[in-house]
């Protein structure tokens, strides 16, 4: 009798102490909830001064968050430092620049011997560069500090390509190049990416595959009205800030372009369940494999760049631009794949469907 009353003593001191334990558990927990979100809110305050142990832990947190303010402040003053002084040189070297460039200009008008006007075509050439560089790189640092900040919004993705092709058909049409546009639609969902730009004849089913090209009037009335020539306008919407897509898609078609010297360049558009992409595929020279992963590296020029002109720098701020809107840049040179394939480039943007 008396073991079973000390047992249920013992038994009832137990549940008394885990009882105990778990209310100051609880309670701990509890506190420890209320400093988090008073630190989350900037609201913490050190209330408690003595020798136990909570106050200490106050004493801690608080200096940890003095630690973390001083050194968000000290960020924040650095972001500005950097912000003003992207915007002075900006404007500090536009005038100069522009100055140059109109003086030349109004010198290359004089009528000058071979020789000095050889001299002011290359100091307006270099002006040029210079004036496209200092631009790339003002937007380059804006973009990288946080200094402007892309604000995608849902838009349609074949209007975006329409306005690419209409922006980049004369350049084209002057180098001699076929530029085409085919823009997504129920009728051509089907069609298959990969056969884009490894073909010397890109434009040879064009009237099946609904495709703009540049030589033939009725074929540029469709980008205003496709429904006048029989296409069948899709909407195809994503998430992207219009502006700075468009000034990184028209970086790869520049280029495009540019390393083509005959044959065609191709814009095309594509649904998929996450993503819409827009590709832009060429006959050009192609980019070896073991480039692939360099050519999204600033002022980096491939070795079939030769003496184009360049810095180096459309790429990089391509994939930054749409990085930074939840897509992705996707590069496919099938130049190495198959030796019976004809040269040339693909680059596949992907921009999403949904905001995240």
Known sequence: MFLTVISFILLALSAVLLITSKIREKHTYDTLDRLLDSAINNTFDEKTFDETRFSSLEMKLAKYLSSSQTSSQKVADERNKIKTLVSDISHQTKTPISNILLNSELLMEYDLDAE???????INEQAQKLSFL???????????????????????????????????KPIASNKGLNFICQCYSRENADFDSADIGVSTDINTNAAANNIIGTKASAED????????????SSKLTAVFDEKWTLEALGNIVDNAIKYTDSGSVALRTKSYEMFCCIEIADTGSGIAEGEHAQVFSRFYRGRNSGKKEGVGIGLYLARQIITQQGGYIKLISPANRLKNQASGTVFQVYLPREAS
Do not use: F, H, M, W
């Open 116 to 122: 000095s006007r050889k001299c002011a075509d290359v």
């Open 134 to 168: 200092i631009s790339a790189l003002v937007k380059l640092s804006r973009l990288e500090t946080g200094i402007v900040a892309v604000s995608p919004k849902t838009g349609d993705v074949n209007k975006l390509a329409q306005k690419l092709y209409q922006q980049y």
């Open 221 to 232: 009335n469709a980008i205003a009205n496709p429904a006048s020539s029989g296409q069948t």
